[in-house]
């Protein structure tokens, strides 16, 4: 005998951790007997802050939908781990000199403890921490399978990855010539006799320039106090994101993979996974693809010596070349200091300055910004032998295309704005309605050449092609398809990433072999990078491979998380990443859940992964992640006291407006239903212990409003107090009644009651006044089985859709019309359960064994759904007199107008409204209304 109360909560909850664990109901076994389903969230990075209740959102929408398909008979694999290397660990280190494992494995405890209170259905068996040296050893054999591998693009319609063993016997015997490949843009053309003439270090720099995974002097985002290169998404304005550090653009010595190499396939492959849009348009415009051509213009004399230098730029509208007024160069390109006047080299040199601590991300996006200098030098344009005046500018990238632009500000508008900022000519080549540069993108439909010599009066999409046949004819250049990605710079100058499974041989980099892998991490006295600005792993004592000095640099945050989902498949194998049995089973998964900032980072890189392990054979499926939803945020919602200012004295939000007042942020906690804690307040700060407060109704009134989750706003929930004074059902329940999955909501505990009390009214269903479990065998009404059915496809569909709010409100619905009739029949009652299960485990795992169940609720036969009860066999008129309604009346849907005719005059109601008067009709359309006439 007991209620449904916050004490009884905890008491069933804790019941049934304690027993799943036990038990290892969630561990997952590869039955094969069974179609599997792979459900998966984004592992979190475990901060020392631990979860807000905005971080289970997605974990309990995945959690849900893996419990669901469980009991619709599917073999479920929902794992759960953490991406345990970081920066903000590293950080710590050096402030504390704690070594990061420590405050990491800390924090992992502490997010594991909120997670499994929270009743999440995961396979802890199955756990990986990309730290774990059992773990990275993987990550460490990937990235030599990348190292010993290239893009044979004659390999497949698309080309292929493939050992690098098959390039360098094609070099032995044919030397190059033959080979298509994706590889350095200066690579040469060799024969088989230079290729056996080159040493070991000449052979390894030849194969570097077609390794996936390869060394190169690359421009990086170097923050000298962090000690580190830093990625676009770290830099802001030209200083670091954490410390707000200055960071400079640097030539650097660094690992990268040729992701490049994948360009089409991850462009094409978006087209066949179920993604959100703006995810998927994240990605194709960060590829970029731009079908055009490169053609050279040759550089005028410079200090009045004749050139033989010539600038080659890509475009992807050569028919607007006779528009060519300036060309633009990036303030890195090669040839800047060689065409650059002595009149303009102060100025140039100052503007190089500036523009290289700006990082790419920030050069592309801020189209607003206009800056550039003159290097006093120009070209000429092969099509009219036009002087064309050359600048450098930072919204030219070095790494993009050719690192130069012909300008064209009749046809573009950023060329536009350059044009007018510099005074700098601007000839109309286009006619007609799209011609118009004042528009915010200029993607010409229509319009016709001028101003073009043998292109004049075409359409722009034939002068297009007309122009490259002009430039293949007179050999200036040749068709191109550029692509806006580049190679992902691949090292970081850190303590806590994975080791690289590297060493040096009189400079030539080495792969150790896989029976000494994994390379851990050494014992270090500082975290930063040495003195001489090393990284910090040059501070290991003796840390060498057979007296080789291995790489010192880390892999970056997202080595790890490129591949752990087929970890999880096979967690605990020692001989191989996860065994061909197994990723033939899971093989992809079905249902990945996590938010679009990762769009151009972890997704990315996780596709390209897949795609190179595919290719050498290691797993079948191309892309990674079948289906992806993007949850919303919780937002916080901020409470607000507000002080008269001068004084101690605080005023209620309704009493604001009549003094001068500035208002303070109160922490959340304190607060309830608006209603301000005064004493707790009093106790929270020092400054606040003699606050005086003026009240309106005997209570304080907070304000309200809607921001970011933060510590500094005072505005976190910490989801163990709302466990706590609610459960975790309740806490599940709510957060799914917030609104829809994929949109962003407040959090606001006003309406968590209403959750909670839904929960106790479907408790009493199964219970009578005196608390004691009452539940009939008797046989239910159809309207009970009509209210049953309607619930359980009304979730079916829902989950189907991932409409978890609409669930929920199904259930509120479905709890009070059984309440109102008094419903406790079994037949009823078992079934609603096994499809609340998914959304409230702990109280329908109660209420299962309370009905006689041995074996979890988990295991149980979701309910099938009987279509003869969910067709309406009647209908409740509104009976209308003289065109208003005044009663309804409920008829069988097939009861003959008649019929309804005799009833409706006979009733009570009908003859108080007609006064006993005889009507002059009686309007009767089936199934809508009934109008009597007078």
Known sequence: MADYSKDEIKRIEKKWQDKWAADGVYKVKDDTSKPKYYVLDMFPYPSGAGLHVGHPLGYIASDIVSRYKRVKGFNVLHPMGFDAFGLP??????????????????????????????????????????????????????????????YNKKSGPEGKTEPIAILIAELE????????????????????EQWKSFDEKGKEDFLQKYRIAYLSDTMVNWCAALGTVLSNDEVKDGVSERGGYPVERIKMMQWSMRITAYAERLLKGLDTIDWPEPVREMQRNWIGKSVGCELDFKVSAVNNQQSDLSIRVFTTRIDTIYGVSFMVIAPEHELVDKITTPEQREEVTR??????????????????????????????????????PVWIADYVLAGYGTGAVMAVPSSDTRDYAFAKHFNLPIIDVLEGPTSDIT????EPKSGTMINSDFLNGLSWNKAIEKALEKVETLGIGIRK?????????????????????????????????????????PEIDQYKPTETGEPPLARAKDWNYNGNAYELTTMPGWAGSSWYWFRYMDPKNENEFASREKINYWKDVDLYMGGSEHATGHLLYSRFWCKALKDLGYVDAEEPFKKLINQGHIQGMSKFVYRINGTHKFVSNGLRKQYDVTPLHADVSLVDNDVLDIEGFKKWRDDFSNAEFILEDGKYICGTEIEKMSKSKYNV???????????????????????????????????????????????????????????????PTREEFKILHKTIKKIEDDIDRFSFNTSVSEFMICCNELSSLKCNKRAILEPLVIALSPFAPHITEELWEKLGHSD??????YPKYDEQYLVESSFEYPISINGK???????????PKEDIEKLVMASEAVQKWTEGKAPKKVIIVQGKIVNVVL
């Not at 528009?439 to 200029?442: E, I, S, T, V």
């Not at 709510?734 to 006003?750: A, Q």
């Open 173 to 192: 015997k044919n030397g190059n010539k033959n080979i298509s490949a994706v590889c350095d843009e200066d690579t040469p053309v060799i024969t088989a």
């Open 856 to 861: 979890s609720i988990l295991n149980a036969v």
């Open 351 to 388: 503007y190089i300055d500036i523009a290289k601590n700006r990082s790419e991300r920030e050069r592309m996006s801020e189209v607003k910004r206009i800056t550039g200098a003159f290097t006093g030098a120009y070209v000429i344009n092969p099509f009219n032998n036009a002087k064309v």
């Open 717 to 779: 929930v910490n989801p163990d107090d709302i466990v706590t004074n609610y459960g975790a059902d309740t806490l599940r329940m709510y957060e799914m009644f917030l609104g829809p999955l994929e949109l962003s909501k407040p959090w606001n505990t006003n309406g968590i009651d209403g959750v909670y009390k839904f929960l106790r009214r479907f408790w009493n269903l199964f219970h009578d006044k005196n608390e004691n479990f009452t539940v009939s065998d008797t046989e």
């Open 885 to 895: 309604v005044r009663v309804k009346m409920n008829f069988a849907l097939d009861m």
């Open 439 to 442: 528009k915010d993108n200029f």
């Open 481 to 521: 398809v550029n692509f806006r990605m580049r190679d992902a710079i691949f090292g970081r100058q850190r303590y806590w990433g994975e080791p690289f499974p590297v060493y040096f041989e009189k400079g030539i980099p080495k792969l150790v072999t896989d029976k000494d892998l994994p390379v851990t991490l």
């Open 89 to 150: 660990a590293e950080q710590y280190a050096i402030q504390t000199g704690q070594h990061p494992a420590v405050t990491t494995a800390k924090n992992i405890e502490t997010y594991k403890r909120q997670l499994r209170q929270i009743g999440f259905s995961y396979d802890w068996d199955r756990e990986v921490q990309t730290s774990d040296p059992a773990y990275y050893k993987w990550t460490q054999w990937i990235f030599s399978q990348l190292f010993n591998a290239w």
